[in-house]
């Protein structure tokens, strides 16, 4: 045996043995504080089960409310929502035909759905590239635009910015459902440009710069990268915007007017 072998093997010995010693130190596990009992406790099924059974709970009044909605209205009001799974049962859709039918419901439903869809998606589709320029490209007045767009999120200027937007679509050549459009569009996105901006700047800079690398344009980095790895905040912004577009009355009212075939669900 050389005595580069014998280096070799007295290395090894020496390795092995420090790592039995890292693994006994290591499966030893340390005493847990009264705060890591705690939060383990919280962790552990039967917590979870409550909280489904509150969840539930919660839920009940909002259940009645549908089982009464295909219940004749002389039992709604003699009887409660829960007799309604005794034979025999007595459902009939006619609240819902009164409700449809009457006082031209159903055409401000299908209203409030065209204003509101192209109001979310135009804000979110332009808003997306926007903050995708704003967080990976350079280019010149890159800052200076990002600052007018975070000023019109706290300073009024989206009062006098609307009214420009509406007046180039009151043209009238696509509808009068465009300048409701536009009008929503110019409303809702700086806030989805400063949103998304602020998510895109927080994803990894190694994967962009890997897919730049690899020959990946512009478009579709933003495309196969950064949108999926995006849909919780897209998912947030599509609620918020939708809520908000679905329950304006002002907007709607002025340029659409109070028609019943153009009037929305909140008129």
Known sequence: MSAMDSQQ???LATSERAKSVSERFGS?????????????????STVTIIV????????????GLFVSSFRPPALIASTGWWTGFVPPWHATIQNYQAVIHGQGFGQAFINSLIIS???????????????YAF??????GRDFLFLVVVAMLVVPN?????????ICTSIWLTGQYAAVWIVHMAFGLPFAIFLLTNFFSALPKDLIESAHIDGASS??????????????ALASLAIFQFMWVW????????????APDKAPLTL
């Open 9 to 11: 093997i007295a290395d």
């Open 28 to 44: 030893t596990e340390r005493p847990r504080s009264p705060v890591e009992r705690f939060t383990h406790a919280l962790s552990n």
């Open 52 to 63: 489904v059974i509150i969840a539930l709970l919660w839920s009940i009044p909002t259940f």
């Open 117 to 131: 869809i192209p109001g979310t998606i135009l804000p979110i589709a332009i808003g997306s590239f926007a903050a």
């Open 135 to 140: 967080a990976w490209m350079k280019f010149p």
């Open 158 to 166: 989206q009062i006098a910015l609307a009214p420009i937007l509406s």
């Open 219 to 232: 478009f579709r980095t933003f495309w196969n990268l950064i949108i999926p790895l995006s849909v919780p």
């Open 247 to 258: 329950n304006d009355l002002l907007i709607s009212l002025i340029f659409l007017g109070g």
